[in-house]
């Protein structure tokens, strides 16, 4: 139905549906007497004593008319879904992660929020799993949700951050939630928080938000279990407001996001056994030994049975392969299986401690461990472009890693990758309109008599953040895989396309007059730290800088080693142009230093 009011058309509809049915609402429209008045986007809900979950969601879909010789000229705007992602970019701000001036930084605010939403309640009702750590997290979570989905559960799994859209945060049966269940929580959360803030509890922030938000879904769509990954430390996480989670899990520690956590392992250790819960059984992974006394003093104060749980023996997966690639993966999955066993126990589910019988695992177990996927983590993507024209001439190995001791794992699989017979599954789950992330194990599959064909040719994709110290990440990088005997023909730095302060497809920026200093200073690193490898005497070295003027390299900055790009996509389409040049070559491309740059890699290479 169409409502004419001021400058702008209404076009209202209503879709209803209920939590399990898989996203299919139907259809139906309803008029206002004051539609104006209305809230642009809404959300109506209810409940019945059967725990029946009906949502019905109207969108407004608002289009701009201009005046013209007496006839209305309709000019779409917005999208309701574009509408919901400037709303929650508003959520973001500008400051350090570090800076503790504004008042949506107090902790206890969230439970304030909490009551907002009504979700006190059903937060106690929610049997969760909490997973804190620097590295291996995120993974140690895809594995938990797999196995218990496989298992028979209804699921929910928060994970940060997002790589190409923001529903992959929320996964309902190992699915990104649907767009339109998505807006209809989202604006209910959104519309309460606007309506009762105050200069003393103003709108939580971006972060603070999205966790909110994980909680009255998860609620809402009555999961049987809820694994939530922390976002960043534990203790002060938007994710601790967990009182009584069933059981807790400390993946791999090191060094990372050290201007607020504590430059020491034992203090960060300490921040991330902040989730601890009296009583509450934990597991960890093998640690350093300064990490792993804090973690035992934190738990003996809380009377937490913590135990390490054992990497992953290979042997038990009956011939199948993680569905999370590189061999770290078999600690996290290792966690995994702790978690689950445990919380299965706990929950009333089963008698069997599956931690007991490491040499069998249930077929359920073993079947969530092979199907797991997470996007941007030991992935490998051949670029859609090329791969048309020829096959396998430029893949792209991603990794997220951001943090040091990461950097050698990442350098370790990429290394290994390279070199293995060209069947390299890639666990990128194909979800185009990312209705799903089932695994997919499309792989790059080129013969042994193919391959020996053509030389291989391995570049680095290179950005961090500026808090991260590329002097730790990119030596450990090029040490690692020269150990493997690899070494990058060039590196290429690049601004990041996302911006931080905005969310959604439009989060991009065209500027082509973009600060480059990071990534200049990142080349320079580079090029002293191989000049060093060489053997080369780097000391007051004054590097020569070509600034290329060919169209395809506009504003390129080159150096013997390296290269600067002033935007991502002439950088895609210089090594693309590279492969073009040289039919006879292959071009394997680690992209790593920021998931950010692995999101914005996938969107262009998956186009």
Known sequence: MKIRGGNYNYTIFFLHYTPKANCQPSLSSHSFQQPLLVSSTSLLYASNLHLRFLV????????????????????PTLSPYEEAMEALSSLITKRSRADKSNKGDKYELLFDYIKILELEEPIKKMKIIHVAGTKG??????????ILRN????????????LIDVRERFRLDGMDIC?????????????????????????????????????????????????LEVGLGGKYDATNVVENPVVCGIASLGYDHMEILGNTLGQIAGEKAGIFKRGVPAFTVPQPDEAMLVLEE???????HLEVAAPLDASVLSGLHLGLEGEHQYINAGLAIALCSTWLQRTGHVEINYLKEMTHLPEQFVKGLATAALQGRAQIVPDQLI???????????????????????????????????????????????????????????IS???????????????????????????????RACASHGVHFQKALFVPNVSVYYKVGTSASTADTQVDLSWQLTLQRIWENLVRGEKGNDVKNT????????????????????????????????????????NRSGRSQVLVTGSLHLVGDVLRLVKK
């Open 56 to 75: 019905s969601l109207f969108c407004i879909n608002r289009t701009k008319m201009s005046q013209g010789e007496g006839k209305d000229e309709i000019k």
């Open 137 to 146: 997290k995120g993974s140690t979570c895809a594995f938990t949700e797999s």
């Open 151 to 162: 298992c028979g559960f209804h699921t929910g799994l928060f994970t940060s951050p997002h």
């Open 179 to 227: 767009e339109e269940k998505f807006l209809a929580y989202f604006w209910w959360c959104f519309d309460r928080f606007k309506e009762r803030a105050t200069d003393e509890v103003p709108m939580p922030t971006y972060f603070r938000f999205l966790a909110l938000l994980a909680f009255k879904i998860f609620a809402a769509e009555q999961v049987d279990v809820a694994i």
């Open 298 to 304: 934190k738990a003996s104060e809380l009377d937490v």
């Open 387 to 445: 791969e048309s024209e020829s096959l396998g001439d430029l893949v792209f190995y991603l990794d997220g890693a951001h943090s040091p001791e990461s950097m050698d794992v990442c350098a370790k699989w990429f290394s290994l990758a390279i070199k293995g017979d060209y069947k390299q599954h890639n666990s990128y789950a194909s979800n185009h309109g990312h209705n799903e992330l089932g695994p997919s194990h499309d792989s790059v599959e």
């Open 448 to 478: 042994h008599h193919e391959a020996s064909k053509k030389s291989s040719t391995q570049f680095l994709l290179f950005n961090c953040m500026s808090v991260r110290d590329p002097e730790l990440l990119l030596p450990r990088l090029v």
């Open 542 to 581: 004054d590097h020569t800088y070509e600034e290329v003027t060919d169209d395809l390299e506009k504003g390129a900055q080159s150096c013997e080693n390296s290269k600067v790009f002033p935007s991502l996509p002439v950088a895609i389409n210089w090594l693309r142009d590279t492969v073009r040049k």
